[in-house]
């Protein structure tokens, strides 16, 4: 399995057979630029397909809010946490990857815009999913931290 990162011009892949990635988030007040917004969604996306839940955890603020294509809003970073584990209750990922990335900040909040496709087997069935993902990102402390996450239609 591959994550893919597309950062403009220069693509990264990385094998999740390969050590984690280990990621600082960028310290408050700091640009968030398509590079840096790049970089802190490839920690986030390694650290959901990892199942690393409490390295997720610090990548969402307490007041998180995720409203998931057609369904309804998760409030909360323990329930948006639960969302995310079933999300990959059962499933084999065999390719993720997010391309077209790029932030935009204003002060202490930042909107981070990309696109995603997985492919996956769920149950036996294999099928590939694929969608556009608003974030809005807030420095907090030495970091930042997800506020809200909307999944958009490709």
Partial sequence: MNIAT???NAPA???VARPRLRHRPAVAGAVLDDIAAARWVQAFDAAWLDQDWPRLEHYLAPDVEFLP???????GREAVLAHLRRSLDG????????TDLRGRMS???SIVTYRWQIDRTVDGGRS?????DMLALRAVGGGWQLGWRIQLPP
Avoid at 69 to 75: L, W
Avoid at 91 to 98: D, G, T
């Fill in 107 to 109: 002060r202490s909040t």
């Fill in 91 to 98: 499933a084999v990922i065999h390719e993720y990857s997010a």
């Fill in 13 to 15: 892949v990385r094998d």
């Fill in 128 to 132: 590939v999913a694929e969608g556009r």
């Fill in 6 to 8: 597309d950062w403009g």
């Fill in 69 to 75: 294509r057609g369904g309804d809003v998760v409030s």
